[in-house]
Nanobody, 128 residues
Framework: QVQLVESGGSSVQAGGSLTLSCATT????????LGWFRQAPGKEREGVAA???????TYADAVKGRFTISQDNIKNTIYLRMNSLQPEDTAMYYC??????????????????????WGQGTQVTVSS
């Protein structure tokens, strides 16, 4: 059974930094996408960043240059390093994993339906 558990969410002031972690268990595919999504109150869920099994990464325009997605294969953990946080980054952040998925274009995040496994989320609140 695949499980994803996020951690690291917190309240920070604008300009601050956070690193979110997502511990994965049971996800053993050799071809995959790993992603971070977020959902703010009253808004739809949006993709933030993605990484695939070939090492390609892609980001939403709103976070390019500020957020970095990475993985530790030994620890089976996905990370999202977030710098220069702004109040508009306030949201529940979710990690997700999908098998048999590739990043096809570096300017486009894989669609939601590519991800079968989701975590429960971790809250990030940025105050001005």
């Amino acid at each position: 059974q695949v499980q994803l558990v996020e951690s690291g969410g917190s309240s920070v002031q604008a300009g601050g930094s956070l690193t979110l972690s997502c511990a994965t268990t049971g996800f053993t595919y050799s071809t995959y996408c790993l992603g971070w999504f977020r959902q703010a109150p009253g808004k739809e869920r949006e993709g933030v960043a993605a990484l695939d099994s070939e090492g390609l990464t892609t980001y939403a325009d709103a976070v390019k240059g500020r957020f970095t997605i990475s993985q530790d294969n030994i620890k089976n953990t996905i990370y999202l390093r977030m710098n220069s946080l702004q109040p508009e980054d306030t949201a529940m952040y979710y990690c997700a994993a999908g098998a048999w998925c590739h990043i096809l274009r570096l300017d486009m995040l894989p669609p939601d339906y590519q991800y079968k496994h989701w975590g429960q989320g971790t809250q990030v609140t940025v105050s001005s």
